[in-house]
């Protein structure tokens, strides 16, 4: 639902038409304004997704990092 009030916004289609007269234009599918829209959007999520991922990698690499210092501390000098 958010995603379709980001995208009429972005493409200056008003969300209160009515059925009749939303039905006489083309469909907002298939317009470019829509398209580019919708494409900037995924493109926004999907960095936001990345960027959560590479810092949450970074913590697991971190906690291994302890995990392995800890490990090594424990069995003492070999």
């Given at each position: 639902?958010w ?45 936001k ?16 990092a ?13």
């Amino acid at each position: 639902m958010w995603l379709t009030r980001a995208l009429a916004s972005a493409t200056s289609i008003p969300q209160h038409t009515d059925r009749a007269m939303a039905m006489s234009f083309a469909s907002p599918e298939k317009s470019a304004a829509y398209r580019a829209a919708k494409l900037a959007v995924l493109r926004k999520l999907m960095v936001k997704y990345i960027e959560r991922t590479d810092a949450q990698a970074r913590n697991v690499e971190q906690a291994l990092a302890v995990l392995a210092e800890a490990n090594a501390r424990a069995r003492g000098p070999h």
